[in-house]
């Protein structure tokens, strides 16, 4: 079963920057598409932030300050965010999907970041 742990969060002000880990196990890390959410306050759903597998995606709000990078060696997916804004602010999740799936049918329980103005 796959099990995934965030890190990394934490409370940055408005230009700041973050690094989020996610460590992997309980898989076959490298036939897995991995990815980054996030669920804002007040927000129903998580909103897809990028994602690293066979390839690298990420959504218009993260693509010119995020990267999303990953260690086969160490299980590892990383999320680099610079010019961090208020509106980041939001519990991050990692996710995991086989390569062959549309599911994200893993998920960690999440990390904290806050961005103050």
């Known amino acids: 079963q796959v099990q995934l742990a965030e890190s990394g969060g934490g409370l940055v002000q408005a230009g700041g920057s973050l690094r989020l880990s996610c460590v992997h196990s309980?898989?076959?890390?490298?036939?897995?598409?991995m990815g980054w959410f996030r669920k804002a306050p007040g927000k129903e759903e998580p909103e897809f932030v990028a994602?690293?597998?066979?390839?690298?995606e990420y959504s218009d709000f993260a693509k010119d300050r995020f990267i999303i990078s990953r260690d086969n060696d160490k299980e590892m997916v990383v999320l680099q965010m610079d010019s961090l804004k208020p509106e980041d602010t939001a519990v991050y999740y990692c996710?995991?999907?086989?390569?062959?799936?549309?599911?994200?049918?893993?998920w960690g329980r999440g990390t904290q970041v806050t961005v103050s103005s």
């Open positions: 994602r690293r597998g066979d390839q690298e």
């Open positions: 309980g898989g076959t890390f490298s036939l897995l598409d």
């Open positions: 996710a995991a999907r086989r390569l062959s799936s549309n599911y994200w049918g893993s």
